[in-house]
């Protein structure tokens, strides 16, 4: 059986018109001429066969009939206003501001970008770096990933995975033989992290050995620059082996040792207890653990 609905722009143009008492009111509030209020009240009303609306002192009043018609027209007209807005709603695309490192961010959460888009296509996950501590109260990131051995106070933080790191280098700079020795370190220029300068110090006191004389060569402040030095023979470069792992698998690098460090650091997500309600965040927030729960390359648990 079909309905008997009247058109909604009518419906609008009546609840408008009897809530402004005006018909110039009424269509500024719809978009519409004050004469095309007044043609949608005349169609409403040959269609109902009832007068809704008369002029009285210069206004709009509301006939008998008209009263009873708007007090059950109104609440299902803001109804449908409201429903109308939540399906919006859940149309949009919410965005994602999220920094982190430079060299997590190009090797290893880029590389799994087109997996958080595909399962979650309505956030738009914005990525930054940044080496630098994150205040929230001023910089408009809704989350960081921070690398320490603890994480900052007064944030919510989420252990991810602490770095595992190799000493790599182009495989014409190998020593000789399947396992060097560690004392070839002496022979060969050792790559520095600006930001980390007693990471090889580091790396020999988990191998419980004396350290052997090094030798420093160039230095720079974001490990994929020391990545690419490694593949231009300037050195020996400790690195987190998620960032060479493709570089190992291809041969580009090799890794002369197999002694694996711990930066004694961890990679934490980290976010104010406010921002923890936001959708998108509890969205990226569950995606990254799941992610590293499938055995990511180049870390160990906490």
Known sequence: MQRRLPSLMALQAFEAAARLHSFAEAGRACCLTPGAISRQLRLLEAELGTSLLRRESGRLALTADGTAYLKEIAPALARIERATARVARQGEVASL??????????????????????????????????????DFARHPFDAAIYFNSAPPPALVADPLLVEEQVAVCHPRLRPAGPRPSIQ????????????RPAAWEDWLADLGCATPELRHGPGFQHAPLMAEAASAGLGLALLPRFLVAEDLAAGRLVAPFAHLGSSRRTYWLTYPAAHGQSRPLQAFRAWLLAEMRSGPSGFRSP
């Open 184 to 195: 070839a370190l002496a022979r060969l220029p050792l790559i520095l992290h600006l930001d």
């Open 97 to 134: 501001h999220v920094t982190t490192l430079p060299g997590f961010g190009a090797c290893w959460l880029m590389p799994r970008h087109a997996r958080f888009v595909a399962g979650h296509p309505k956030i738009r996950l914005n990525l930054y770096t940044r080496t630098e501590d994150v």
